[in-house]
């Protein structure tokens, strides 16, 4: 088909060179699509969609870009939820799909070298394949890429015992804004020589350049998994039951769910209630059989939680199925609220200010929007909660929005008072970047700024994401 956007005719005939006619798209549906991450919130207007398949190609596009001044937008998976790989002003989507191979395992090292669009499950598949473990994970990790997963700094699930993406990454293929090729830190274990570059490309969300390939780290699979799923009063409660199993048990997951949370993911996903007792809150906690004797531990210091009054009821899973699908209850409530319009935080604060933390936030939100339903659920035993408030049938779509802008800045005043960060692991992007300043000071941004500078002097990729470039 002829191209649609509003890309030139010499531009397209540019592109056909460095990627063959049949790698750009200018089609309505694409440019819908692969304008847009999962946050649906901006409305998606790119020039065109280009699918490199080599470094050579991305590089080549770079040099394009720079000459003709076409602001670049790297795309991986789109499940990205700050708008940072969303294209609104003519931007040159260039998307990972096609770059999705394991280019090379180094078994002695354990190292997985792959390109940047390779499917974190797959890279998970691949890692239990050579019997090891790829331990990032999260509910989308099957349709996330490795490249968007680097980006974002991805969390998920198992930080608390296996920490964010970073500490998977040992060596980085990147192309900058300069149109250069930079290998970093090429797999190694130990190297102080200077700076370490490719840290500043973990978490940048694509404001530095293209991540083209990755050295990611492999680790030993862990022993036999154990599901407890708790019900517990509140967010004190949680924070007594995860000091009494994290000193005594080795726990590789600590989630919580809120009633509210539970009511809609049972729906939506046909799922049975864990509990005869009610709750307002649900732990989901996760934790290795090392010792072989780790049930036994468990039911006592479950015992223990609810002769102290921390814990209501509980269930521990007896086998794998079981497993999953008390995991589906904590996993699926993602999808089940994002049906209508939903206004998503992702907070922070060190553990032990956690609970005074949420609890001044659910205060405030009673306060001023007590016709708003909160639904909160995330990673508790690593400090990092999402809150979601759901527009009410009663209010228009833009209003909720306005009135969810004005909280807001209540709200990340408050997280600004404990010292948190108004995104723990989805990153800025569009949606965040007015409240960045409740979690970097200015001397950190402007320094931010001329990062970017050095690496993209033309400010061609993912132009005033996180920042505005002035
Ligand atoms: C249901 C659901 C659950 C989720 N749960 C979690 C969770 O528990 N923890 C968590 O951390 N996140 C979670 N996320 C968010 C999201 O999955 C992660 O941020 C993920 O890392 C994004 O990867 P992606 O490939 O989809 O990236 P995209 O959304 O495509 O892009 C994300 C950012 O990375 C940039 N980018 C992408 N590829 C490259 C590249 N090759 N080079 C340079 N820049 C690039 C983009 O420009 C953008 O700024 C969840 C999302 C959904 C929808």
């Not at 750009?24 to 398949?53: E, M, N």
């Not at 956690?354 to 306060?367: F, G, Q, R």
């Amino acid at each position: 088909m002829k191209q649609k956007s509003y890309l030139s005719e010499k531009l397209h005939d540019q592109l056909v060179n460095i990627l063959g006619k049949d790698h750009i798209k200018t089609d309505h549906d694409s440019l819908q699509t692969f304008g847009r991450d999962w946050t649906c919130a901006y409305t998606p207007d790119p020039l065109a969609i280009v699918f490199p398949t080599s470094i050579g190609q991305v590089q080549a596009i770079v040099k394009l870009a720079i000459i003709e001044k076409i602001p670049l937008v790297p795309s991986g998976g789109r499940t990205g939820l700050s708008g940072g790989a969303v294209a609104i002003n003519k931007e040159l989507v260039v998307s990972f799909d096609k770059m999705n191979k394991i280019v090379e395992f180094d078994a002695f090292s354990r190292t997985v070298k792959c390109q940047a669009g390779v499917i974190t499950a797959e890279l998970q598949k691949f890692a239990d394949e050579h019997d090891l473990y790829y331990p990032v994970d999260f509910a989308s990790s099957g349709s996330s890429q490795i490249g968007g997963n680097i980006s974002t700094n991805a969390g998920g699930i198992k930080v608390m015992k296996y920490g964010m993406t970073r500490q998977w990454v040992a060596g980085l293929t990147v192309v900058t804004g300069q149109g250069d090729i930079l290998d970093l830190n090429h797999g190694l274990q130990k190297n102080n020589t200077g700076y370490d570059l490719r840290q500043l490309f973990i978490g940048a969300e694509g404001t530095l350049g293209f991540i083209v390939e990755a050295v990611m780290r492999l680790t030993q699979k862990p022993d036999d998994l154990q599901v407890m799923v708790m019900g517990v009063h509140n967010f004190s409660d949680i924070m007594h039951v995860l000091d009494t199993f994290q000193n005594n048990l080795d726990l590789t997951a600590f989630e919580f769910f809120s009633d509210k949370a539970l009511e809609k993911v049972t729906q939506h996903q046909n799922l049975q209630y864990p509990l005869d007792t009610p709750a307002s809150y649900y732990i989901l906690l996760e934790f290795e059989d090392v010792s072989k004797n780790s049930n036994t531990v468990a039911y006592e210091l479950f015992d223990e939680c609810l002769n102290k009054g921390w814990g209501l009821d509980g269930i521990m899973s007896q086998n794998l199925s079981q497993n999953k699908s008390l995991w589906q209850l904590r996993e699926g409530i993602a999808e089940s609220i994002s049906i209508g319009a939903t206004y998503k935080y992702d907070i922070s604060t060190v553990i032990s200010k956690t609970p005074d933390c949420l609890n001044a936030l659910e205060t405030l939100i009673n306060a001023q929007h007590p016709e708003f339903e909160t639904i909160w659920f995330g990673h508790i035993g690593d400090g990092n909660v999402h809150l979601n408030l759901l527009k009410p049938a009663s209010l228009e779509e833009t209003e909720f929005l306005s009135q969810c802008n004005t909280l807001s800045k209540a709200i990340y005043a408050i997280v600004a008072r404990f010292h948190g960060s108004i995104s723990a692991e989805h990153g800025i992007g569009l949606i965040k970047k007015e409240y960045l300043s409740y979690t970097r000071s200015a001397e950190e941004i402007t320094l931010m700024k001329q990062i970017k500078k050095s690496f993209d002097p033309h400010n061609l990729f993912n132009p005033n994401k996180i920042f505005d470039q002035a």
